[in-house]
């Protein structure tokens, strides 16, 4: 075991949500991953033609097209599903897994 995952002995907690905004954090990287290779692939592949081969669509060169039109799009749609139903919510409070007494709301 190395010195990092060593117990703390001194009653520390460690917080729950840290390892939920872990996780969360890398989806996103792994977004930002995709997303570049999606457009440096299509704009880069297919843009790197002679511009006298370019085929269009919509009236856009087709490596454009693909690459940040569609890109956007599939893009939007990901972070959609992603957010609706992998994300989870935390509450922000400074320690909202401490048992307190709850205060009653003044009538």
């Known amino acids: ?16 949500r840290f390892k ?46 693909y690459s940040c039109v569609i890109g956007f799009i599939l893009m939007c749609v990901l972070v959609i599903i992603i957010t609706k139903f992998v994300l989870k919510e935390v509450p922000l409070e400074a320690d909202p897994y401490v048992d307190t007494p709850k205060e009653e709301s003044p009538k």
């Open 1 to 16: 075991m190395s010195a990092n995952k060593q117990a703390p002995t001194d009653g520390y907690k460690p917080d729950p």
């Open 20 to 65: 939920i905004a872990h996780k969360e954090a890398l989806i996103g990287v792994a977004l930002a991953i995709f997303n570049f290779i999606w457009w440096y692939g299509f704009a880069y592949g297919l843009g790197s033609r002679p511009p006298e081969e370019y085929t269009y669509i919509l009236g856009l060169p087709d490596w454009f097209f």
